[in-house]
């Protein structure tokens, strides 16, 4: 397992967004993930990779599934978890969001991961980890308001190539592949992140939605925009569907939610259109019949939905043995 992970030097100490990521660490992420898939198919799924290194989990907005998938990919690299929620801490009590940190930092916290409804937050305590540690604490993006969500472009990548080459996952497999990503792309951290990884993987790339939600200023990420979903399907291979962050709507930005489903909606009508091999993909959490028709999730023959959730695991045990600078055993 080790000779396939080696092969570079990971540098990257925080992981906050992947507009300057390299293709040398696309290739490390997505290399190490599959050898962790690997791992997580044995009988004894863990290794003591990140044995005696603290991971903190510092979710100060909800989720169910990257928090988990964090806390899941730690234990599985033997890492010792804290978990924090605003809810039952001191930021109940006027702490700030700083001491926060700082008290996990104080615990010994070698990797903190963050989840803020606030862009820069994570960046913020990263800033500040590097004057308090001299570079010993690393930062990972767990989402951040609608900046970026690094880990679910990453594992969104791994599900892709996997699925393209099970044996052989490698981002250039999505060189020239014709890719929709669909809906609410205005608030979606998840959007912006998968602008950066699907282009620099050389994919076609298309932005489709109501112009509320798609607009023009997304035309300066160099991908073409669509307000009509119906024109851009032909010779599609991946659909990559959002959720319509209603939580981040400010005023009326659309006519009603089954209106959105008869422009935006994923239905197999609309997938006869595209590739015969097309597939759909969602971060999570559907809106079940808005996004997507309920029947159309639930079709494993279509759906790349589950293998994004197995492949969160597996990408997130990659980064997090990357900069936690993890050691396997001979
Ligand atoms: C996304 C998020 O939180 O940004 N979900 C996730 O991480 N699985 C997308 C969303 O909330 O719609």
Redesign the pocket.
Known sequence: MEEQIVGGQWQRRHVLTLSDFTDLEYEMAIQTAASFREVLTRRNRKVPALQGKVVANLFFEP?T??RNSFELASKRLSADTVNFSPGHSSLSKGETILDTARTFWAMGTDLMIIRHRQAGVPQAIAREMDRMSQGKVGILNA?DGQHA?PT?ALLDLFALCTHLNSADPHPKLLAGKKILIVGDILH???ARSNIWSLKAAGADLHLVGPPTLLPKTFATYGVPLHWQLDDALPGTDFIMT??L?QERMEGHLLPSLREYHQQYGMTRDRLQRCHPNVKILH???VNRGVELSSDLMEDAALSLIEQQVTSGVAVRMALLYLMGGGRLPD
């Open positions: 989720s599934r990257t989402g969500h679910q979606s951290r998840v959002l959720r962050q971060p999570g959490p």
